[in-house]
C-alpha cells in the first residue's frame, strides 16, 4: 500500500533551525511536494524534489533520497510567522498526490 | 487516518464536452469540502468552499457557472466543468474537513488530472 509518514507535531525556538523528516512509500515515483498550510488557508507550494539532494529556496531547503523514500524540510532563521502545518505529498506513478497528515510546526518565542 | 477519494485520477476529453469530478470521504462525514486547482510546481489555488445542502460559495474570479458544484451528501461532493477548454486544463484537489474530537482537520483528495484537447 502506499504510506507517508511524518511527525504529528513540532516545536521549536524563533531563530532556530528545524527539519522536519518525511519517509513515504508509493507505488511509483514522480517526485514530492512539500507545502505549507496555515489554518483556514489553502496549502502555500514550498518545493518539489524529484532528483535525489538537496534543494535550497531561501531559509527553505528540502533533501530527497528516492532510495530511501526520505525526505526532509529543513527551516532556518525560524520566525514566528512559519507556525503553519507542512504537508509532505509524494507523487506515485499516475501522478496522483498522496497526502501525509501533516507536522504541526509550533515557535516559540 | 480518514481517507479522501477522487474518480476519476485522470480524464482526457474534448474541447466543449463536460467532465464530471467526484470527491468522496471514505470513512466520515464532511459537512465542508474544498475545492482546489493547481497548476504546475504552484500553490493549490482554491476555488470554491462546499457546503453539504447549501449553495458552494466561490472564490474571486471564478465562475460558478463553469464550474459547477454539489455536496450531495456528507460524504459527496462533486465538481462539474461545463464546456471544457484547453486552459482548463488543469490538476484538480478536493479536501474534506473532519470535526471531531474538539479537532479541526482537512484531509486531501489524490487529485485529478484533467486534460483538455
Known amino acids: 500500500g502506499q504510506n507517508i509518514d511524518q511527525p504529528t507535531e513540532m516545536t521549536a525556538t524563533e531563530g532556530a533551525i528545524v527539519q522536519i523528516n518525511c519517509t513515504y512509500q508509493?507505488?511509483?515515483?514522480?517526485?514530492l511536494f512539500w507545502y505549507q498550510q496555515h489554518a483556514g488557508e489553502a496549502p502555500t507550494f514550498l518545493s518539489y524534489?524529484?532528483l535525489d539532494g538537496l534543494e535550497e529556496k531561501g531559509r527553505f531547503s528540502s533533501f530527497l533520497s528516492r532510495s530511501k523514500g526520505y525526505s526532509y524540510l529543513l527551516l532556518k532563521e525560524l520566525q514566528m510567522k512559519d507556525s503553519a502545518s507542512y504537508l509532505c505529498a509524494p507523487q506515485d506513478s499516475n501522478y496522483q498526490l498522496i497526502w501525509g497528515a501533516g507536522t504541526k510546526l509550533i515557535i516559540k518565542p | 487516518g480518514a481517507v479522501v477519494s477522487q474518480h476519476p485520477s485522470w480524464v482526457i476529453c474534448k474541447s466543449g464536452t463536460s467532465v464530471k469530478i467526484e470527491c468522496r470521504s471514505l470513512?466520515?462525514?464532511?459537512?465542508?469540502m474544498f475545492w482546489y486547482r493547481q497548476f504546475p510546481k504552484q500553490s493549490l489555488m482554491l476555488m470554491a468552499t462546499s457546503n453539504e445542502g447549501s449553495k458552494a460559495t466561490y472564490e474571486q474570479g471564478v465562475e460558478k457557472d463553469k464550474f459547477l458544484i454539489n455536496h450531495a451528501s456528507l460524504t459527496l461532493s462533486t465538481l462539474t466543468v461545463t464546456s471544457a477548454h484547453p486552459e482548463d486544463s488543469s490538476f484538480y484537489i478536493c479536501?474534506?474537513?473532519?470535526?471531531?474530537?474538539?479537532?479541526?482537520?482537512?484531509?486531501f483528495g489524490p487529485g485529478t488530472r484533467l486534460t483538455v484537447l
Open positions: 524534489n524529484v
Open positions: 479536501s474534506a474537513r473532519e470535526l471531531a474530537g474538539g479537532s479541526d482537520t482537512q484531509y
Open positions: 470513512d466520515f462525514q464532511a459537512t465542508t
Open positions: 508509493t507505488s511509483g515515483f514522480n517526485g
